[in-house]
C-alpha cells in the first residue's frame, strides 16, 4: 500500500489522480506549475522526448558518451539497493531488484542504455556490484581509448564499487563489458570487496581526463582514521592514461584533513571533498570550449561548511612532489597548500557540491561605448551547487552560485540561481526541495549559455547564465510519478515523519544534439528532455 500523508492507495495507484490527492493532502491543489498533460508531469519551455524505467533502480548520475558511427550510450550510476522510503516507511518492503534481461534479482550496479534514438531509449545491460550486502555504483566516467594517451580502439568505464572500490570496464561493446580491473577480478584501481584487506571505507564522484588519462578518484582508506586523517573522503590522483595499467601519483584534500593538519579558522571541521572538474592542459578540449587551462576546481563541504577551491593543476601534478613513484601506503606528496591558488570559503548553511566551470564571459551590461571597457568586460566563472538533503525544507535553504573566479586568489559569489518554494508549494510535496547538482559537459550547444541543475522535486532547471551576474530561469520540466515511484519520509507539520510518494530528480547530463537526460533517485528511472520555445532560441544563437 501507499500512504499519502493520511489518503493510503494500492501500490500500483499512480499518475495524475495520485499526485492530485497527494496535492490535496498537502493543501496547495491549484498552486503547482503548469500541467501538461494528464500523467502529473509539469514544464515550461521543455519537452519531454522519451523515457525509460531503467528497472525501477534508484539513480545517481548519467553520463553520456558518443560512440563510432553516431551511436550514443548512456550510462547511470546506482544508489545501493535500499528499503522502501529509504527505510524509512512504516513496514518497508525491500525496492524491485528484477533484471528482466536475465531473469534474475540483482543488487543495484550500473545501467547501460541505448538513447541514440533519444524517443525509445533501450535497455542494453546492467552491471550489478555483488559486494554482499547491498550493491551500488552511483557514479560512471567513460573514455574513449582513440583519446586517451594508450591509443587503443576500445572505451573504458570508470565506476565506483559500492563504498569499497574503484574499478575500469572494457565497454566498447556496451552490451557486453569486460573487466580490466575489477573488484571480480582481484585488481581493481583502488579498493576491494567490502570487508578485505585493502578495501575503502568509501567513494564517490570521481573525474577522468579523458586527454590524459590523469584521474582525480575520490575515496578513503579504511585506515585513514587510525593514520590520523580527518573525516570524510579525499582524493587519489592516478594516471590512466593506459586502464589496464594504474599509477597512483598523489593523495589531495583541503589543507588540514591530512594527518597533522590544522581546522581552518571559524570551521569545527576540515569539509571533504564531494567531486572535482578538471579543465585539463592548456589546449585541451575545456580550454578549446572557452575554459581556463589547466585547473581543478575541488568543491568540499556538499551540504554545509563549503568551500570552492580553485587550484593550479600543474603545480598538483608533479612540480612541488619530486618523484611520482609512489604506493597507496606511501603518498608521492604531503603538500596540500602551494597548489591551491584560492578559495570562495561559504556560509555554514550551504556546501559546494559541484563546481562547473563556465570559463570566460562577457558581462554585456559591462560593455559600453565609452573606449574604457579593457580587462573589465570578461570574467571567468564558475557555477557552485549547494546539495539540499533534508525532506520538507528542514533546514537551511541551499542554492546555486555564480561565482567570479576572475582573480583566483579571491573567489567572489556575484548572484545566486534559485527556484521560490511559492512556485509549486515545493515545500509541502515531500522529499527533497532543491539543488543537488549541474551538467557537466561543455561544447555546443548549451556551454557558456544554459545551466541545467537537478532540483529534487522540482525536476530540472535550466538557467540562461550569458549574464552571468543576472541568471535567469527559462525552462522546466518535472517528471510525473508513476508505479515505481518511492516514497520519501520526514517531519511535516508536528509529525516527525510524514511519507510521500514524490520524484526526485537527482542528476542530469546534456548530449551536443541538445538533448538533456534527468535521472531520478526515488526510482522513476530516465527522462529524455528537449528545450522548446525561448528557451530553444537561445542555444540557436537568438536573444
Same mark, same amino acid.
Request: glycine share 12%; proline share 7%; charged share 15%.
Given at each position: 500500500?501507499?500512504?499519502?500523508?493520511?489518503?493510503?492507495?494500492?501500490?500500483?495507484?499512480?499518475?495524475?489522480?495520485?499526485?492530485?490527492?497527494?496535492?490535496?493532502?498537502?493543501?496547495?491543489?491549484?498552486?503547482?506549475?503548469?500541467?501538461?498533460?494528464?500523467?502529473?508531469?509539469?514544464?515550461?519551455?521543455?519537452?519531454?522526448?522519451?523515457?525509460?524505467?531503467?528497472?525501477?533502480?534508484?539513480?545517481?548520475?548519467?553520463?553520456?558518451?558518443?560512440?563510432?558511427?553516431?551511436?550514443?550510450?548512456?550510462?547511470?550510476?546506482?544508489?545501493?539497493?535500499?528499503?522502501?522510503?529509504?527505510?524509512?516507511?512504516?513496514?518497508?518492503?525491500?525496492?524491485?531488484?528484477?533484471?528482466?534481461?536475465?531473469?534474475?534479482?540483482?543488487?543495484?550496479?550500473?545501467?547501460?542504455?541505448?538513447?541514440?534514438?533519444?524517443?525509445?531509449?533501450?535497455?542494453?545491460?546492467?552491471?550489478?556490484?555483488?559486494?554482499?550486502?547491498?550493491?551500488?555504483?552511483?557514479?560512471?566516467?567513460?573514455?574513449?581509448?582513440?583519446?586517451?594517451?594508450?591509443?587503443?580502439?576500445?572505451?573504458?568505464?570508470?565506476?565506483?564499487?559500492?563504498?569499497?572500490?574503484?574499478?575500469?570496464?572494457?565497454?566498447?561493446?556496451?552490451?557486453?563489458?569486460?573487466?580490466?580491473?575489477?573488484?571480480?577480478? +582481484?585488481?581493481?584501481?583502488?579498493?576491494?570487496? @567490502?570487508?578485505?584487506?585493502?578495501?575503502?571505507?568509501?567513494?564517490?564522484?570521481?573525474?577522468?581526463?579523458?586527454?590524459?588519462?590523469?584521474?582525480?578518484?575520490?575515496?578513503?582508506?579504511?585506515?585513514?582514521?587510525?593514520?590520523?586523517?580527518?573525516?570524510?573522503?579525499?582524493?587519489?590522483?592516478?594516471?590512466?592514461?593506459?586502464?589496464?595499467?594504474?599509477?597512483?601519483?598523489?593523495?589531495?584534500?583541503?589543507? +588540514?584533513?591530512?594527518?597533522?593538519?590544522?581546522?581552518?579558522?571559524?570551521?569545527?571541521?576540515?569539509?571533504?571533498?564531494?567531486?572535482? !572538474?578538471?579543465?585539463?592542459?592548456?589546449?585541451?578540449?575545456?580550454?578549446?570550449?572557452?575554459?581556463?587551462?589547466?585547473?581543478?576546481?575541488?568543491?568540499?563541504?556538499?551540504?554545509?561548511?563549503?568551500?570552492?577551491?580553485?587550484?593550479?593543476?600543474?603545480?598538483?601534478?608533479?612540480?612541488?612532489?619530486?618523484?611520482?613513484?609512489?604506493?597507496?601506503?606511501?603518498?608521492?606528496?604531503?603538500?596540500?597548500?602551494?597548489?591551491?591558488?584560492?578559495?570562495?570559503?561559504?556560509?555554514?548553511?550551504?556546501?559546494?557540491?559541484?563546481?562547473?566551470?563556465?570559463?570566460?564571459?562577457?558581462?554585456?551590461?559591462?560593455?559600453?561605448?565609452?573606449?574604457?571597457?579593457?580587462?573589465?568586460?570578461?570574467?571567468?566563472?564558475?557555477?557552485?551547487?549547494?546539495?539540499?538533503?533534508?525532506?520538507?525544507?528542514?533546514?537551511?535553504?541551499?542554492?546555486?552560485?555564480?561565482?567570479?573566479?576572475?582573480?583566483? +586568489?579571491?573567489?567572489?559569489?556575484?548572484?545566486?540561481?534559485?527556484?521560490?518554494?511559492?512556485?509549486?508549494?515545493?515545500?509541502?510535496?515531500?522529499?527533497?526541495?532543491?539543488?543537488?547538482?549541474?551538467?557537466?559537459?561543455?561544447?555546443?550547444?548549451?556551454?557558456?549559455?544554459?545551466?541545467?541543475?537537478?532540483?529534487?522535486?522540482?525536476?530540472?532547471?535550466?538557467?540562461?547564465?550569458?549574464?552571468?551576474?543576472?541568471?535567469?530561469?527559462?525552462?522546466?520540466?518535472?517528471?510525473?510519478?508513476?508505479?515505481?515511484?518511492?516514497?520519501?519520509?520526514?517531519?511535516?507539520?508536528?509529525?516527525?515523519?510524514?511519507?510521500?510518494?514524490?520524484?526526485? @530528480?537527482?542528476?542530469?547530463?546534456?548530449?551536443?544534439?541538445?538533448?538533456?537526460?534527468?535521472?531520478?533517485?526515488?526510482? @522513476?528511472?530516465?527522462?529524455?528532455?528537449?528545450?522548446?520555445?525561448?528557451?530553444?532560441? !537561445?542555444?540557436?544563437?537568438?536573444?
Amino acid at each position: 500500500m501507499k500512504c499519502l500523508g493520511s489518503i493510503t492507495l494500492p501500490r500500483g495507484f499512480s499518475g495524475g489522480l495520485a499526485l492530485a490527492l497527494a496535492l490535496v493532502v498537502a493543501g496547495y491543489v491549484g498552486s503547482s506549475p503548469r500541467a501538461d498533460n494528464s500523467s502529473g508531469a509539469s514544464s515550461y519551455n521543455m519537452q519531454l522526448v522519451g523515457t525509460n524505467d531503467l528497472q525501477a533502480r534508484s539513480t545517481y548520475q548519467p553520463t553520456l558518451h558518443k560512440y563510432p558511427g553516431g551511436r550514443y550510450i548512456l550510462f547511470a550510476g546506482h544508489h545501493a539497493l535500499a528499503l522502501q522510503g529509504e527505510g524509512r516507511l512504516p513496514n518497508a518492503q525491500p525496492l524491485p531488484s528484477f533484471n528482466p534481461l536475465t531473469g534474475r534479482n540483482e543488487l543495484n550496479g550500473t545501467s547501460i542504455v541505448d538513447v541514440t534514438n533519444p524517443r525509445h531509449p533501450r535497455y542494453l545491460f546492467h552491471l550489478p556490484v555483488s559486494d554482499g550486502v547491498n550493491g551500488g555504483a552511483q557514479m560512471v566516467r567513460v573514455c574513449d581509448g582513440r583519446t586517451l594517451p594508450v591509443h587503443d580502439n576500445k572505451i573504458y568505464m570508470l565506476r565506483t564499487y559500492a563504498n569499497s572500490a574503484h574499478e575500469i570496464w572494457d565497454v566498447t561493446k556496451p552490451s557486453q563489458p569486460v573487466g580490466v580491473r575489477t573488484v571480480a577480478g +582481484g585488481n581493481p584501481v583502488i579498493g576491494a570487496q @567490502t570487508g578485505a584487506a585493502g578495501a575503502l571505507a568509501g567513494t564517490h564522484k570521481s573525474w577522468w581526463e579523458c586527454d590524459t588519462g590523469i584521474a582525480y578518484i575520490v575515496g578513503r582508506r579504511g585506515n585513514d582514521t587510525a593514520d590520523g586523517w580527518g573525516p570524510g573522503n579525499h582524493i587519489f590522483i592516478f594516471d590512466l592514461s593506459n586502464p589496464a595499467n594504474p599509477v597512483f601519483l598523489r593523495d589531495w584534500a583541503l589543507d +588540514g584533513q591530512q594527518p597533522g593538519g590544522q581546522i581552518p579558522p571559524h570551521f569545527t571541521a576540515v569539509p571533504s571533498i564531494h567531486g572535482p !572538474i578538471s579543465t585539463g592542459p592548456d589546449g585541451g578540449a575545456f580550454q578549446l570550449a572557452g575554459a581556463t587551462g589547466n585547473r581543478v576546481y575541488f568543491p568540499f563541504g556538499t551540504s554545509s561548511n563549503g568551500v570552492m577551491q580553485v587550484v593550479d593543476r600543474l603545480a598538483l601534478l608533479g612540480t612541488t612532489c619530486g618523484s611520482i613513484a609512489s604506493t597507496l601506503d606511501s603518498p608521492a606528496c604531503t603538500d596540500f597548500h602551494t597548489a591551491e591558488l584560492g578559495r570562495l570559503i561559504m556560509n555554514p548553511n550551504n556546501g559546494a557540491h559541484t563546481s562547473w566551470p563556465l570559463g570566460k564571459l562577457v558581462v554585456p551590461d559591462f560593455v559600453t561605448d565609452t573606449g574604457n571597457d579593457d580587462n573589465n568586460t570578461v570574467r571567468d566563472i564558475v557555477v557552485v551547487t549547494s546539495e539540499e538533503t533534508s525532506h520538507f525544507c528542514s533546514d537551511f535553504r541551499h542554492l546555486t552560485f555564480l561565482t567570479d573566479v576572475t582573480t583566483e +586568489g579571491r573567489p567572489q559569489s556575484i548572484a545566486t540561481a534559485q527556484v521560490p518554494a511559492s512556485e509549486g508549494r515545493y515545500c509541502d510535496r515531500g522529499g527533497r526541495f532543491g539543488p543537488h547538482a549541474t551538467n557537466e559537459e561543455y561544447g555546443p550547444p548549451f556551454y557558456q549559455k544554459i545551466v541545467f541543475v537537478s532540483y529534487f522535486n522540482a525536476g530540472v532547471r535550466a538557467f540562461d547564465i550569458r549574464d552571468p551576474y543576472n541568471p535567469q530561469q527559462v525552462a522546466y520540466f518535472i517528471p510525473a510519478i508513476t508505479a515505481n515511484t518511492d516514497y520519501r519520509c520526514g517531519p511535516y507539520q508536528g509529525n516527525p515523519n510524514v511519507c510521500r510518494i514524490v520524484v526526485q @530528480t537527482n542528476n542530469v547530463a546534456t548530449d551536443d544534439r541538445g538533448y538533456i537526460y534527468i535521472v531520478d533517485r526515488a526510482d @522513476t528511472g530516465l527522462h529524455v528532455l528537449q528545450l522548446e520555445g525561448q528557451a530553444e532560441e !537561445i542555444i540557436a544563437g537568438g536573444k
